[in-house]
Nanobody
Framework: QVRLLESGGGLVEPGGSLRLSCAASGFSLENYVIGWFRQAPGQEREGVSCMKQPRGEVDYADSVKGRFTISRDNVEDTWYLQMDKLKPEDTAVYYC?????????????WGQGAQVTVSS
């Protein structure tokens, strides 16, 4: 069974750090684009960061560049989002995602979401 299981998140003060994890099971991450999205109340879901397999090329939204870092544990099929220097505007539900196109068919998997709240 294909599954993405998220962990991490929580409440942190501005300037603090959190780390999100996403563990994949039931499929191999090879050739997938893995990443993180977020959705704040009343707003559309937006891309935060992604990593293209197998070369590991990474990209970040302008709003998080220099503060967030995406990484992957190749052995455990798990990837992470390290979030530093958090701001109140980073408050959102964060979703991990794995996506691939095979012969015109999109394979797209989502985690269950993790709440991140940045507040004093």
């Amino acid at each position: 069974q294909v599954r993405l299981l998220e962990s991490g998140g929580g409440l942190v003060e501005p300037g603090g750090s959190l780390r999100l994890s996403c563990a994949a099971s039931g499929f191999s991450l090879e050739n997938y684009v893995i990443g993180w999205f977020r959705q704040a109340p009343g707003q559309e879901r937006e891309g935060v960061s992604c990593m293209k397999q197998p070369r590991g090329e990474v990209d970040y939204a302008d709003s998080v560049k220099g503060r967030f870092t995406i990484s992957r544990d190749n052995v455990e099929d798990t990837w992470y989002l390290q979030m530093d220097k958090l701001k109140p505007e980073d408050t959102a539900v964060y979703y991990c995602n794995a996506q691939q196109w095979i012969l015109g068919t999109e394979l797209n998997y989502w985690g269950q979401g993790a709440q991140v709240t940045v507040s004093s």
